[in-house]
């Protein structure tokens, strides 16, 4: 038994999205303010908390107005009509999770109260987790009530006086709760609401739509399940992303239970002690010399404590107190074994110290708070998965326990953002190890009739870079008036078949990714660009002259020409801003220095196959040629690539025309003077003497061709970057160009987004 698909609909900005989830472990990657945070908190709030912890901003924003409007019907009945107290018209305003699950013939019996039809034997299984009002008609009288109340107040407020002869001042401005039902729900929602599990049909599950998903209409008339149908299923555990470390405070427990903070890695393993350990709990043999320990402690304590207070007690009794027939007062402990761990420094880090002459080497123990909060997180992270496993098989006490009954099929781990505090590295370490752990028991393993699911959200391109595409789940932004819904929402890619079957693409991306970085899951823009020098420049152009750019989260790739296009189907997926910074590639027959007139055909894979797909260099010189791609009103492609420069010659006036050949001649042609004058070897030493020597800018351009041909243009990249005044350098135009399409595309989606924000919905 697993989870396949989850189902969130009109939770925040969630108006209806499926996740499929993984057999072993689920990430769930996207930019900042995509949703993940949403997704989670769904989760936690429809299965850890049952319903108990909703707010009115886990509504969907674009509900709220017909919500609203529900309320003013039934202010404005005026005993003309009765109100509409149907649940129907809730319905399309609702919070609804929908688990989609996959039950094996042989485990029917886990699910009877979920199957749908009596010929039913397996496959997927479904159910409807929905909040809903519990009683329509009791929401309604306080509501109406309640408004009522607030209109008594205004109606009987004085009117302000104004001035003799002048118009009456404007009553003060004074807002009462409810102002709407929406206001009203502010409030009471918890009180008025609650979670309604129904069950799904299997035959009409359908595909998301454009990814957006299609969640089933209930039978009119169908009747909730009685009770908690996860009940005995599906073992929930998390680990939110406010850990805490640092402080000391009292939470709840993942079991509903209040424990001393819960966090420190001594409040775990006080509360693990509890619950595994205790050997006042269920005893058994092995706990006998424990207890007897204990209990001798107690007595002499106990002994010692009536010496102590002897004199004490007896002074007392120069009062008058006690007398003869009132009882006299005792001292005595209880001491309990998980006592001894009750203390802030029941866990310390021994320091490693080195021996003196002849001396002794001392115990030194820093207390738990000392340690790193990177080290802090790492160790209760591990700590806390071990005791959700430990709960899970019921090991030690749990065994014997009230709880210690069917294990349940399935056990779902929730945690979010694990990344805080940790070194990139450790980050890695931890998405590898942490499903591991979670099934290190001798009764896992690979035994698939316990099921263990692992579901991580991120915003950490090291944790993405240690995950299988197949395990990667994508939320991307959508922004206020896409499929005619007038708030942002977002929607969930499965990356799973972003390349289809295996194929060279697929590996030759999976393997790139891993080699370069995974922060392209996390970008609001992507700048594909050519080689390693475009890749050093770039950012200082962008500081200098292109603030949006520079202060979006914009992801720098850098892939050849020839190899550019194979991100097609991923960037399409993930429907991103992209702009790809390549070179013209002119040949005839072999590579030449790009002319027009000349016959001449590119041979740059990404300007023939991805856009603006023309071979001819001819045709990629056209003033009027489109590099714009436009996939969709969100996403758009842009390439640059070298176009004719009008330059002017050192110490002149005049201009002529240059046709670049790759970005450094590009460079040199744009920056003339700097070049002519710039000290250096390799190829800044012959692009300096092919200035000094050239009668013109056609004979520069060949021996610049020449000198490209076998230069290290790494090498040159780096003397460019140290030289003095490299900071007035201008952009060559045809980056410029791109860089400026970018600039205005990032600050078209900061208008649309924030144009819209109505409030706190993430």
Known sequence: MH??????????????????????????????????????????RFLTKRGKTFEKHDLTLCHWAGINALGQAWINTEGTAPPDLQLDSWVPF???LDIWLNIAPNELHFVSKLVPKLDWTGGKLGVRLRLEPKDIPALHKEFTDAFANTQKIKAAMPAAAGESGAAPAPAPKLTLWPSSLMDFLERRLNAHFEIRAYTLDPDKLVEPTDAIAQPQKLIDGVEPIDGDPLAGLIRINEISAQRGFGEVHRGEDDEGVSTPGGLKLSDQVRDYYKRHLDPSEYPDPTDIGALQAVEEAQDAFDLKLTESFKEAFTEVETMGYPGITDPKPHVSTRLKPVDGLNHQAAISFQVDVVKGDGGIVPVLRLPEGNNGLGYQNLISMIFRLMSFRA???????????????????????????????LHAQVQQVFIKKAYEVLRAHEDLGENSALCTQLVVSTHSSHVAHETPYSCLRYFRRLPAGMNKVQIPTSVVINLTNAFG?????????????????????FADALILVEGSAERMFLPNFIARDYARVNQGYVSMLEVGGSHAHRLKPLINLLGITTLIITDLDAQSGEAVQPKVGENQVTNNDTLKSWWPQKTKIDELLDPDVNKVLKQTAL?????????????????GTSTQTAIPYTFEDALAFTNMKFFSELDGI???????????????????????FQALRKGVKAEFALNVLGAEGFEKLAVPSYIADGLAWLNGQLEKKQIEVLSTDLGSDK
Do not use: C
């Open 682 to 704: 390799g190829l800044v030493a012959k692009f300096r003497e092919a200035i000094a020597n050239s009668a013109n800018v056609g004979e520069t351009g060949t021996k610049f």
């Open 94 to 96: 609702l919070p609804v």
């Open 391 to 421: 709960a899970w098989m019921r090991v030690g006490k749990a065994s014997k326990g009230p709880d210690a009954g069917q294990l349940e099929p399935l056990h779902l781990v929730l945690v979010e953002e694990p990344e805080a505090h």
């Open 635 to 651: 996403h758009e492609v842009r390439v640059a690539y070298q176009t004719p420069i009008e330059v002017v010659w050192p110490e």
């Open 3 to 44: 989870i396949a698909h989850l189902e969130i609909a009109n939770f925040r900005k969630l108006l209806s999205v499926r996740i499929d989830l993984a057999d072993q472990t689920t990430l769930f990657v996207g930019a900042n303010n995509s949703g993940k945070t949403s997704a989670m908190l769904a989760l936690r």
């Open 501 to 521: 079957e295996e194929s060279e693409t697929k590996r030759f991306v999976t393997r790139y990714l891993r080699a370069q970085h995974a922060d392209v899951f």
